[in-house]
């Protein structure tokens, strides 16, 4: 069964009748997580871990099942969970644990594909260390990421690669297993964003093969968090920075402070809900409503589709433009009739020139997801082609 129309219900931000193509910014939480997150607050059990009583003992429990609910969604070992308030912070806390180890000589290769999160942490990481970035640049045509593009820069003085799983402008999906390889074959370590990619493939970070990989819950009908999953051997190799009570070893190390526990259960319940979902019927639901946004918006005259012209190995999510009127005007135009666009770079900065875009302006920017539909997309054409 594919079918997946009335699966709107069960997101209560949705009842005021909006399109909602902002999903790539974040998506409207799903009933059971937000039941979960409030259950837990109502539950007695806001203590904090490792203490000698039951409430203490719940907390210890929620982790345990948020993170092998997170080791089934992503194929990995639920030992590696690290959560925190975004990946974002995350990636910063990685960064300057990896970045005590880095020297002059050392090398990390970014993308210019990358939400901005896989790429300045790194930076800042290489300036306080010495260390050097190597950009990869993307398909100008494309607006794909070749291998070769980031495999030309991977040498003997490579120690990381930063790549994403799915890039959060134009939607298209680099061959991460093939970095992953080339990297690991000079001894080198690969961070996977998977913001993007989550909540629309089903990911298996055994297959990939990478050493680190990031995703964001409020990406997937989930609470604000992010969740980074570190290779267990490594997590505990890292110079991490940390108080000296915090755990020595496991996810504990890169953590900062107490949890967030009501969005650690928000975040098992939203997980639990793509799995239960199951990600083949999202894909399938989404390629079908992604397919009717990109064929309505090239058949558009006065319409610019940003990047990639098909669908082919792509999250359902696109840029576009308009002859004639800002990005930010479109979006003003299109919340009148009630749908919800980004405009800008959406932090995606170093895409936005080799796309022909304005680096600041950027595009208009719309996904789909999971509770989006027909109608959705025909109120966004019609929107458009009013202008
Ligand atoms: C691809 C990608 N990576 C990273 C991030 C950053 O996530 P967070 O807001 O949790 O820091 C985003 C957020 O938009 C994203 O789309």
Redesign the pocket.
């Known amino acids: 069964m594919t079918d997946l129309s009335d699966i709107r219900r069960r997101f209560p931000g949705l009842a005021d009748g909006w399109s909602r193509f902002d999903g790539?910014?974040?998506t409207q939480p799903v009933d059971v997580s937000i039941d979960a997150v409030a259950e837990w607050q109502r539950s007695g059990n806001n203590a904090n871990s490792h203490g000698a009583f039951p409430a203490a003992e719940a907390c210890d429990a929620l982790t345990a099942r948020v993170s092998a609910t997170m080791g089934e969604l992503l194929g990995a070992d639920p030992g590696g969970m690290v959560f925190g308030?975004?990946?974002?912070?995350?990636?910063m806390a990685l960064t300057r644990a990896i970045g005590s180890d880095l020297g002059p000589g050392d090398e990390i290769v970014c993308t210019a594909l990358?939400?901005d999160?896989?790429v300045t942490p790194w930076v800042l990481a290489a300036g306080d260390s010495g260390a050097t970035v190597r950009m990869a640049g993307m398909d100008p045509e494309s607006g794909r990421l070749p291998v070769d593009a980031v495999v030309d820069l991977i040498g003997p003085r490579t120690r990381w690669v930063a790549v994403?799983?799915?890039?959060?402008a134009v939607g298209t999906i680099p061959d991460t297993t093939a970095i992953a390889g080339a990297a690991h074959a000079v001894g080198a370590r690969v961070v996977v964003?998977g913001?993007?990619?989550t909540p629309h493939r089903r990911v298996d970070i055994g297959a990939i093969g990478c050493d680190v990989f990031?995703t964001?819950s409020?990406?997937w009908y989930g609470p604000?968090?992010?969740i980074m999953w570190v290779e267990p051997t490594l997590l505990d190799s890292l110079h991490a920075y940390r108080v000296r009570p915090s755990p020595a070893t496991g996810p504990g190390r890169l953590q900062y402070g107490t949890p967030s526990w009501e969005a650690l259960a928000g975040i098992d319940a939203a997980a639990g809900f793509l799995l239960e979902t199951g990600m083949e019927r999202i894909i399938a639901h989404e390629a079908a409503t992604f397919d009717r946004l990109l064929t309505g918006l090239l058949d558009l005259p006065g319409v610019r589709v940003v990047g990639p012209r098909d669908a082919a190995n792509r999250a359902p999510t696109l840029m576009f433009l308009v002859e004639g009127r800002s990005p930010l005007e479109v979006a003003r135009e299109l919340a009148v009739a009630e749908v919800a666009v980004w405009d800008g770079h959406?932090?995606?900065v170093e895409a936005m020139v080799p796309l022909g875009l304005d680096a600041e302006e950027g595009a208009v920017r719309a996904g789909v997801c999971v509770y989006m539909g027909d109608d959705d997309v025909d109120r966004l054409l019609a929107a458009v082609a009013a202008l």
Not at 85 to 91: I, Y
Not at 164 to 168: D, E, L, Y
């Open positions: 790539p910014a974040g308030p975004s990946t974002t912070a995350n990636m990358d939400h999160s896989n994403t799983g799915s890039s959060n964003d913001v993007h990619l990031t964001s409020y990406k604000h968090a992010g959406n932090y995606a």
